[in-house]
């Protein structure tokens, strides 16, 4: 992940459907980008699907997907949530959360019939989802004296960079993100003025 410089998101939310046996499994994609969120759309299809006898669901967190998580809600161990999640990997997605709800249809499924309904809800679900691509972004600071404000907002504005965060005390802080495809020529660009500290 360190050499790549986009990732993929889905663009809205989206439902699936598959039905085994009797068994339906509806799913449930949503965009999704920290934790408490994730709480908030599990309490919401609880709620929804009230009378559901699972809740399974996987989910991947930022740019470089290093956050992720898999719950087979009382299923056999590693028959639900990590089917679901092997789809997001497959899909090479990240900030995703699906959940596949489970309404039981009287006859078991068995192990390899609950990994390949998972499964297929998860790819129905992703296939109904739109997907963006979004350009993984760098976090610098520049540190500098206030004489060379003029230099340093010279350099931002040419190169579009976006300011998140500014400091104005004895040194001057500027907090900028940067596409990663770029980050090495506008690093060169501040560094070529001695003047200024540029920090990762």
């Known amino acids: 992940m360190l050499f790549d410089h986009t990732y993929k998101e889905i ?31 599990l309490k919401e299809i609880k709620s929804l ?21 898999f719950h087979d809600d009382g299923e056999p161990a590693y028959t639900a949530g990590k089917p679901i999640l092997k789809q997001i990997q497959k ?14 249809g009287g006859v078991k499924l068995g192990i390899p019939g609950l990994i390949r309904s998972y499964k297929t809800a998860a790819i129905n679900v992703l296939t109904n989802s739109n997907t ?12 500098f004296e206030p004489q060379h404000m003029n230099d340093v907002m ?36 501040f560094r070529k003025n001695h003047n200024l500290r540029i920090e990762y």
């Not at 504005?157 to 990663?180: A, H, M, P, Q, Y």
Request: aromatic share 16%; with cysteine; hydrophobic share 35%.
């Open 91 to 104: 899909y090479e997605l990240t900030n995703i959360l699906i959940i596949v709800v489970r309404y039981f």
């Open 132 to 143: 963006i691509i979004k350009t993984i972004k760098d976090k610098y600071v520049v540190i």
């Open 49 to 69: 699907e009230s009378s559901a006898s699972h809740y399974c669901y996987a989910y991947r967190l930022y740019p470089d997907k290093s956050l992720y998580k």
């Open 154 to 189: 010279r350099l931002i504005k040419k190169n579009n960079l976006n300011i998140t965060k500014t400091g104005f005390k004895k040194e001057c802080s500027i907090t900028f993100l940067v596409d990663r495809n770029k980050s090495d020529l506008v690093l060169e660009l």
């Open 11 to 41: 663009k809205g939310n989206s439902h699936g459907f598959y039905k085994e046996k009797g068994s339906k499994f509806i799913a449930y994609a949503y965009p999704v980008y920290d934790i408490s969120v994730i709480k908030n759309y």
